[in-house]
């Protein structure tokens, strides 16, 4: 990664001793079910990288619980501390969603009585028909492909202490928002949110949605290594997820191989591709920390804001 001003680069092995817990927190079946497909993730990886962050995390929660409390103090009256946001950003294929889920793990277990609940942003993507409507469908992805508005309302009742939040539920395998579906949020004490877009500028706001966020993460690699990962994770769906009649993608499972993998190498230059560089990278300068990928998605570097 291009060196940035603001970070300090931390090289893994120097990361690594910043801190260590003496146990594991997790088993190596439960590594499993975290794993996204095709995403290489290890026990070492675990222990060298993410429990650190953990580390650093609770940190940072422990100066936002203290600020809150000086509020309190302040105003001469009980505030009530509100959920500690976290947002994971990044490319398509690039991991962030088993970095969310591993994070979500680990805090659980470092906040015992704590509530850790994870959403990713594909819930407040329009629905099908809309960006049908719209004559956007091809740009499903892009940033006027959310209802970001929803998305930033949603944020500020979670952080205002509203409770039983309804939100839209999306599935892949329909490749669509579910309709009449919702997923209840319980105002949780930490909340991971996921997506490409969680550290993007919405169109037509005054607010980013990074603004809500009390720490952030951006999982980085160079594109040719995201494309390769986005290439193996389609054919490795090809003979498992889109086996199934009612998925989506089922049609190219059961056809060409070549003509499917011709057509997901053209979704990635024409569609990925372009919002990796034009939208995507450009909100990483906003992230607190930066892990940068090298091949086999190991977590070669990486990088703490210093202000």
Known sequence: MKEQINYYRIPREQWQDFYTSGQMPLTEEELDSIRSLNDRISMKDVEDVYIPLCHLIHLYKKESESLNLSKGLFLHKYVKTP???IGIAGSVAVGKSTTARLLQTLLSRLFKHQHVQLITTDGFLYPNKVLEERGIMDRKGFPESYDMAKLITFLNEIKSGEENIQI???????YDIVEGEFESIQQPDILIVEGINTLQLPANEQIYVSDFFDFSVFV??????????YLERFEALLDTAFQDPENYYYQYAIGDRKAA???AEDVWEKVNLINLKEYILPTRGRADIILHKAKHHIIDEVYLRKY
């Open 83 to 85: 959920p500690f946001i």
């Open 261 to 263: 993998l011709d057509m």
């Open 168 to 174: 839209p539920i999306y599935s892949h395998n329909v």
């Open 220 to 229: 980085d690699a160079h594109p040719s290594l995201i494309e390769k990962w």
